[in-house]
């Protein structure tokens, strides 16, 4: 796929009256902001045609900016706030000189960086967007965005915002940007859960990460040879085989309890077949990374369109032998009670210790730079979150796909384009154990 960048600029917020705030201000991070990953995360958007021009997809944009203003701003005071000084969002024009159906990579492929602009060596801009035009009219939308400025829930009440302002209507409903006062701590604080070495811990010790690297890969039973490479697979779920998959996991499950979630019964038959591919030892203990989105379950609930995060994550754990040895229904069990744990008194917890984290020389668990997760696994789910409402005039994006991240460990799990049900995971595993992978990861057991 050749892709020929046409322009590059800056797009900076367009205000209704025609006259921005008087001065910028500073707005702080917030506790749940500066635990997450300080990187931008990109998405792409597949559009069929017709599409409207670059001009009002950049207009909408500028006026979605203008209410989304965090957006438009630049991360200071080594990100710790936000200046809301409007700089603007980088807008990239682009076309392939061919139609997107033979042009668009059908799987998992470096290529697909090449839809979106370089987010890696930290970009200024907070947003980044790529318009890249096919031959056949088609329209593929990279979006790139600062996790620690929105999580997927505020990132997609966003993109819908961007949409409703390119076709001229007004952004509504608006976002909730009370921050400030929201996630105050407690006085006195009650700090009842354990988040050292959970959402926080100390600096590493000064040593060469290939070296920290190497000594972690012996730790748990494999050696460096034949892991030089990292693959992403895409492994499509049926609406059946998810049916049976549920139905699986709940089969052991009193009447009392209700049957395990889609989400439950995936992430553990997926967590299953990854650590058995992976060929470790019985008694390696293996976890996984969850997202848990705080708003419902916080109290007071934080509005579904507040803006910025309100995440914190699970983390169920198992040592191996047990975890392949027994029953999907068991790994299930295990999600379920982590992500139960997760609650509004957890949440509460967290806020009252991260206010002494700065103090500690704490830093987040949450690291962007780690290259290999083995044994363990990191899921992001889009399974609740409504990408496809970013309309720009012809109607929702008919494929939404996660940009290429050959993290070792890392899992997308995403709604299939065929909007039947089914869904498409994204695994990224060494490749030989992405082999073993592959033959074994529709098996139910």
Known sequence: MKVKIESSKIVKPSYEDGEAPAHAQRVPLSVFDKVTYGEHVALIFAFRPPNPPNSEVELGLAKALAVYREWAGRIRDGRRSVLLNDAGARFVEATVDAPMAVSMPSGPSPEVRLLHPRIDGSPVELVQVQLTRFSCGSLAVGFAGHHQIADGQATANFLAAWGLATRRLPLSPLPVCDRSTRFAPRDPPLVEFPHREVEYRAPAPNKKRDIALDDEKEEIGFGVAGHDKVKVHRMHLSKDFVAQLKARASSALPPSRRGYTTFQSVVAHLWRAITAARGLAAGVTTKVR???????????????????????????????????????????????????????????????????????????????????????????????????????????PFCVVPTYYPMEGSLFLVPSTLGDGSMEAYVALFHNHLEEFKRICHRIT
Do not use: K
């Not at 690291?367 to 409402?389: K, M, R, T, Y």
């Open 290 to 396: 969850i997202s848990v989105n705080g708003r419902t379950r916080m109290r007071p609930p934080v509005p579904r369109d507040y803006f910025r995060n309100v995440v914190l994550w699970a983390f169920p754990r198992s040592n191996v032998g047990e975890l392949v040895s027994r029953p999907v229904g068991h790994a299930a069990e295990l999600i379920y009670r982590a992500v139960a744990g997760v609650d509004n008194a957890y949440f509460r917890s967290f806020v009252d210790f991260a206010a002494e984290v700065e103090a500690e020389g704490l830093i987040p668990t949450a690291d962007s730079e780690q290259a290999v997760l083995c044994p363990d696994l990191e899921v992001d789910a889009w399974l609740g979150i409504n990408f496809h409402g970013l309309d720009f005039g012809g109607g929702g």
